[in-house]
């Protein structure tokens, strides 16, 4: 057990006592932490998720995990940035918030957070952002349309909502429901596959005139398929332009 304190302990040393990390973060030229994500492919992500351009806006980072989406959006210019989570603050997931206060500290962050499971976050606790970030969340919640619902009346202009997705070839708004833990390797387990024509009807019911999706990143992405919906209010004001790859 390493019994120094944080001042006598460099910042890969710090890094290194907390276990697990998910995200691959830049701390700086010479420390990134271990994540089971690379960051060249989380700054392609982001790269999409914000495409549009966030300078000025305030975003709500939803399952912020190790935070790195919250950084990046801060790193971007958005004037406030929230990251809440549950599952792996303090639930039944893999992570710890110790990972992102201490990411957070050594990059000098201002990015605020709340420990806030998904039916927590509404509008009524946590107010109204330009940008919602609701990735990886999903497919594996027993009531994916109301938590949609929920983050809808959050975002006051983009919804940006990165999934799991199935049935590619069916033409029609479907989604399968998987029923227990004997889903192939690498396949979401208790949750749901929706398609993209599932996503794009549900996500202008809900209120969002414009939706894109840039299906299968990153571009080398070895498993099922995976596509980012980013959806867009009446009158967001934004420069769709911005985002390649995108289909409407």
Request: hydrophobic share 40%; net charge negative.
């Amino acid at each position: 057990m390493d019994t120094r304190t944080h001042e006598q302990m460099s910042p890969s040393d710090r890094i290194q006592a907390i276990s697990p990390w998910h995200h691959s973060i830049k701390i700086s030229d010479d420390v990134v932490t271990p994540g089971g994500v690379p960051n060249a492919v989380l700054e392609r992500n982001a790269d999409i998720f914000f495409a549009y351009g966030v300078k000025g806006l305030s975003v709500l980072d939803v399952g912020a995990w190790d935070g790195f989406n919250s950084f990046a959006a801060e790193k971007r210019g958005a004037s406030r940035v929230l990251a809440v989570d549950w599952f792996c603050w303090g639930g039944p997931g893999v992570g710890k918030r110790e990972a992102f206060l201490l990411a957070r500290e050594l990059l000098g962050s201002k990015v605020e957070d709340s420990i806030l499971d998904i039916p927590d976050t509404t509008v009524e606790n946590v107010g109204k952002f330009d940008v919602v970030l609701f990735n990886g969340i999903f497919y594996h919640i027993i009531d994916p349309i109301h938590a949609l619902l929920q983050m809808s009346r959050i975002a006051k202009r983009v919804l940006v909502l990165e999934t799991h997705v199935d049935n590619l070839d069916n033409p029609r708004p479907v989604m399968v429901f998987y029923p227990g833990e004997k889903a192939p390797p690498g396949h979401p387990q208790n949750g749901w596959g929706p398609n993209p024509p599932l996503m794009k009807a549900l996500l202008k019911r809900l209120g969002f005139e414009t939706v894109l999706e840039v299906p299968g990143y990153p571009p080398d992405h070895v498993g099922p398929a995976r596509s980012t919906f980013l959806a867009f209010k009446l009158g967001h004001g934004l420069d769709l332009s911005r985002v390649a790859g995108a289909q409407s």
